[in-house]
């Protein structure tokens, strides 16, 4: 069970999610995160500046370095962050997918969810 001053379940009527989206360069990266924090889109933005990606586009196996983030928002908003990062994002297809939050500190999943709009 958890303890509800240090954590909060799925039951949170917050929905608060994490999206991962993948990003050409750290530069990008960061423009996009200052897009989301700056239109309240996200609570907070972690960015791993380079990870070592593997895919199949269009009939073929590829590999790219690439900045991944870590996007901590509501669900309510996601819809509103696929549009963002679509216009802002240089791939033709960007990774954007969301997971759900299914527990953390409750103090932490309030101030997210105070944090976006």
Known sequence: MLNSTNSINSRNSTNPIVVLITAGSEEEAHKIAKLLISERKAACVNIVP????????????????????????????????????????????????????????????????RACR
Request: charged share 30%; hydrophobic share 40%; glycine share 4%.
């Open 50 to 113: 380079e990870v070592d990606s593997r895919f199949r586009w269009k009939g073929k196996i590829e590999s790219a370095r690439e900045s991944l983030l870590l996007v901590k928002t509501r669900a309510s908003l996601l819809s509103e962050i696929i549009s963002l990062v679509k216009e802002a994002h240089s791939y033709e297809l960007p990774e954007i997918i969301a997971l759900p939050i299914i527990g953390g500190s409750e103090q932490y999943l309030r101030w997210l969810d």
